[in-house]
């Protein structure tokens, strides 16, 4: 019997070709291969009927190649068509289907008439003509009745690079049978009474549908198990530490109060005291606050900035654009100014100051990543803001704070994250929560247009820009592409420089040089430009009060979270605005994404339904921190499994508080990113 812990470089089951390929996608050991779980199970006892129309979800078919060839289309685009017809018949005779993969000229060599095939996707009416873009596929040969590929449950397994998917699933089934059921160390017994290894086997090669998602479940409750372990390990670890005592002086803190024209909602309120609150604790503050777009952030981190700096410490705010940066920098300048507030701006091409030197040091620093390569700014920072917390890396965090002396750290995110997630991402934070918008912002009314005429757009945008208001024309390229069947930035901008004459209308994209930037952004704040055409680089920290108009084109190509960031760019004054998602998609789903927009403006609510319609995976993406690693985002939406998980961490650390006896085994999982269920016996 082999051992889970052994070594695939020297596996003798394996080609070297083999061994590179699974080398390179990182598997070490056989364990690794064993814990590279299917992605989905395909029924191949039943396959699905062919469709006579358009499908919402995926379908699993079975069929004849009847012709395969390479196809070119306007514009320089290639494809490679394959007409598969249902071999078995059907009840009107043979059904057909046109699947298509853009761009793939080597299936040329892959796929070939005469072929069975298997392909998973779902099908669209395309003039008439049924067809299945870029489906997952897999090549049938006669198989016996024992097969692994057919006749069964099948396991569909995330692609590895340089290994077919049928020799996949061979090495993995081949190992199933060849380790020892006793080398696969569980690290902690989630499930009394179940027998690991037949979990195992029934994760990828199940009895049933229901079999396979309960054995999937007690692997991903053990990962989460050692998720939740770190959590409450950090956070035992954070109650330890000394950190010093700020916020006890608030006579600042009463200036800026008194100077602002407006009142603060109750929830800015709520939350200046738990941070002023966890100010005054002698240990480091590690607090997240999460707020809706327009519920006033910048407002909260502002008034704990003012109790830092009275305390006689620095404080420092990272943006992760230039754009927000600066964007903060001018709303800090405009209220702190007054209060003799020395601050200080620093990007990678901007270094401002709003103090005069014989002053003193800046005792605000706002910024970019510049802020982590200049440790002498920061001769005593002990307050650090993160906003859009979530776009930096945990090491570029870390080299920040890293500067100050046991600072405060208080993380800021404007994009909502679905409660059943907080305890996973954020779990050792102390978290405050912004669930009101300010009293003195306008309505924003949301629309959904599938069929809207350029001339009936021109014709809004012109009525608004003539009453003095500003819009946004938001698109999803920066430039025309040939995959991808949707206007760019910089074509629109050239049409409606025409169309909306006499007023200016600017651009304004990721690819521009900062400078370039900095003076569209200049001309749209101070009105010289009345029309930003836009990619979603002003998805966060653009302010500009005046602009009522918000226009998202081919809506569905964003996300559901990046269009409520989008769509809270305007209504940040006085006016009625309007946010209008632009779209000719004919898909149910995308139309039911656009659809939750419409009807609710509550970023909570719209954070659950992208949870429910995309899955956790894909609204967290995988370079969300912390995320990256975990094998069962899928389970991330279980609320019950999650607390499930951390009820069993903590009463392992209650138990054993510093991990060094029943646990022991444990500790060397403690602050590690890697979680994996076997180890080398």
């Known amino acids: 019997m082999l051992s889970a812990g052994n070594s695939i470089e020297k596996s003798s089951y394996f080609t070297p070709k083999e061994i590179a390929a699974l080398t390179a996608a990182g598997f070490a050991t056989y364990a690794d291969l064993l814990t590279h779980f299917p992605k989905r199970h395909e029924d191949r006892r039943n396959f699905s009927a062919y469709p006579m129309h358009a499908t919402v979800q995926a379908v699993c078919l079975r069929g ?19 007409i598969i017809i249902d071999g078995a018949g059907g009840v009107f005779g043979s059904s057909k289907i ?42 049938i040969k006669d198989e016996g009745s024992e097969s692994i590929h057919v006749s069964r449950l099948v396991p569909i397994y995330r692609n590895v690079s340089g290994i077919a998917q049928r020799r996949l699933r061979e090495m993995i089934h081949l190992l199933l049978t060849r380790v020892d059921p006793a080398s696969a160390i569980w690290h902690v017994d989630v499930a009394p009474g179940r027998e690991r290894f037949a979990d195992m086997k029934e994760a990828h090669f199940p009895e049933s549908i229901e079999s396979a ?16 372990l770190n959590v409450v390990w950090r956070r035992t670890r954070q109650m330890d530490h000394a950190g010093r005592i700020l916020g006890k002086k608030t006579s600042l803190l009463k200036r800026f109060y008194e100077s602002l024209p407006f009142d603060l909602t109750i929830a800015q309120k709520r ?9 005054r604790q002698a240990r480091p503050m590690n607090r997240l606050l999460q707020g809706d777009v327009g519920s006033g952030k910048t407002f909260v981190a502002m008034a704990a900035m003012l109790l830092a700096i009275e305390s006689g410490c620095q404080a420092a705010l990272m943006a992760p654009t230039q754009i927000l940066a600066e964007q903060h920098f001018l709303t800090f300048r405009r209220w702190l100014e007054p209060l003799g507030v020395r601050l200080q701006l620093r990007t990678a091409s901007r270094d401002d100051v709003a103090y005069e030197p014989q002053e003193g040091g800046a005792q605000i620093m706002i910024g970019t990543h510049a802020l982590l390569h200049r440790a002498e700014d920061f001769p005593d920072l002990g307050f650090v803001v993160i906003d859009e917390q979530h776009k930096f890396g945990v090491a570029q965090r870390a080299q920040l704070i890293s500067h100050g002396v046991k600072p405060d750290v208080l993380v800021m995110t404007a994009t909502p994250i679905p409660r059943t997630l907080t305890m996973t991402l954020y779990g050792d934070l102390d978290v405050s929560i912004l669930d009101e918008r300010p009293a003195n912002r306008g309505k924003v ?14 014709a809004f945008l012109l009525e608004h820009l003539a009453a003095g208001r500003q819009a946004y024309l938001v698109y999803p390229l920066v430039e025309e592409s040939e995959s991808i069947k949707a206007e760019s930035a910089t074509v629109a ?17 990721g690819k521009m040089s900062a400078e370039e930037k900095e003076s569209a952004m200049t001309q749209f704040r101070e009105n010289q430009t009345q029309v930003l055409v836009s990619t979603t680089v002003i998805e966060v920290g653009v302010d500009v009060p005046n602009a009522t108009i918000m226009l998202i084109h081919h809506a569905e190509r964003f996300g559901l979270a990046q269009l409520h960031q989008l769509r809270g760019r305007v209504g940040r004054g006085e006016h009625k605005s309007y946010c209008v998602l632009l779209t000719e998609a004919k898909d149910a789903d995308a139309l039911e994404k656009l659809q939750v927009l419409v009807d609710s403006s509550d970023g909570f609510v719209i954070a659950e339904a992208d949870l429910r319609l995309r899955g956790p995976g894909n609204v967290l993406g995988i370079e969300q921190s912390g995320v990256g690693d975990v094998k069962f985002v899928e389970f991330l939406a279980d609320t019950a499994l999650l607390r499930e998980a951390r009820q069993i961490a903590e009463v392992c650390m209650k138990n054993d508080p510093t991990m060094e006896t029943e646990n022991r085994h444990l500790r060397k999982w403690i602050d590690t990113s890697v979680f994996s269920f076997l180890t080398r016996a």
């Open 493 to 509: 901008h050239a049409k409606w420089v025409k169309r909306l004459k006499p007023y200016g209308v600017g651009l304004l994209h």
């Open 213 to 228: 998602h309960l054995a999937l479940r007690r692997f991903a409750l053990e990962e989460f198990f050692l998720i939740q």
């Open 445 to 458: 009314i949301t629309g959904l247009r599938t069929t809207a005429k350029v001339s009936d757009i021109t």
């Open 271 to 279: 939350s200046i005291h738990e941070i002023a609150a966890d100010m």
């Open 98 to 139: 046109t699947c298509r993969w853009f761009n793939m000229p080597f299936l040329s060599k892959v796929l070939a008439a005469g072929q069975m095939l298997v392909v998973y996707g779902k099908v669209k009416d395309q003039k008439g003509r049924l067809v299945m873009d870029h489906p997952e596929f897999e090549v």
């Open 64 to 82: 004849l190649v009847l012709d395969a060839r390479p196809m070119r289309y306007g514009g320089g685009l290639s494809c490679y068509e394959c």
